[in-house]
């Protein structure tokens, strides 16, 4: 592939600053390359770059660079130095079609393992790029926040994302309902802050927690909850629940048949899975009394920034006390008094910020 490369009089274009929203939005000015242009570069130097993406000991912003000379583009300001990082950040800095493009070429040259879109302002084209960034099977962590037009259903099925952040998406409940329900097992931590969710977009991640996943972090932060009522069905998605002696020899005897199938595959010499086996619910004993225990591995649920009320006090006490002691739930900025607040605080200490 030949390089050519730019004119010598022809200077990179600076970034340039603006207020935007009381907030500072960094405006990088794209360069003149056309789509059209691009693609047609690319059709014909096909074999060159398949041989650029097959060799592994070339970096990714070396192979960057070197079509960026070839088409006389300049790089965007945010992928300078970044030839090592594991992660990638385009925060309130607009990001044009072709940045995105060259990211996607040679994505499997780089170390990446996130990305950081944050107020971006894109267009619907360059959305579609960044899905197929997203899709890339070494990228765990996605933040695409502050992003109105984003279709977050595109995330549903990227089974590589484990860390997904979607604050300021203006989401509400009618799209947060089918993303739960298409979205796979493997999410730790689920960001969905500053949106419009209300109790019928809550249910929905209660049904979600409700089946097998993985889930360690919610975050609903400043959104449209505006009661216990709301949550009821989220906070009986985790914790500990008492149980009876009867209910506690129905799980014993589920674990004497789990027992008896692994051994039967043992014996035959037969591989299984967690799926084939017989599911046995989680339990501990507690000053002589059984509990199950939902979703073990959750951690953290962040409820600030919402409207729960005083008149909301002893359920959520209730609700506290059957956390365990590695899970945590923030109350700040709610509408409880502060007698409340204190009562909580030196109740439940370190599970509850309030």
Known sequence: MKKQPPP?????????????????????QA???????FEQYLTLNQKEIYNLQQQQQIGFMENIQQVSNSINNHIHPCLQNNAQDQFLRFNSIN???LTLKLIHLFINNSNLMAIDFRHNRFTNQELDVVYQIFAFQRIIKAFIEYNSNVNILKLCPLYNLEFIYLRGNEIENNIIV???????????????????????????????MGKQNALEYLGLAQNCIKSFQDIKLLTNSFGKNRITTEEFSKIQELEQQRELQIQKFQKQKKKYTEEMLIQVPPYVKIDNFNYTLQNP?????????????????????????????????????????HSTRAKLRKKYKKCVVI
């Open 178 to 208: 089918q993303f739960m329900g298409n979205l796979h097992n493997r999410v730790r931590v689920l960001e969905l802050g500053v949106n419009k969710i209300s109790q019928e977009g809550v249910d929905a991640i209660a049904e979600y």
């Open 95 to 97: 990001v044009d079609w």
């Open 297 to 337: 591995q959750f951690k953290l649920l962040n409820l600030s920034d919402n409207q729960l009320v005083e008149q909301d006090r002893d359920q959520i006490d209730k609700f506290l006390s059957r956390l365990l002691d590695t899970q945590s739930v923030v109350l700040t900025n709610n509408l409880f008094e």
């Open 31 to 37: 360069q003149s390359v056309q789509q059209s242009a």
């Open 8 to 28: 010598s009089s022809q200077q990179p274009q600076q970034i340039q600053s603006r207020i935007i929203q009381k907030e500072v939005f960094w405006v990088y």
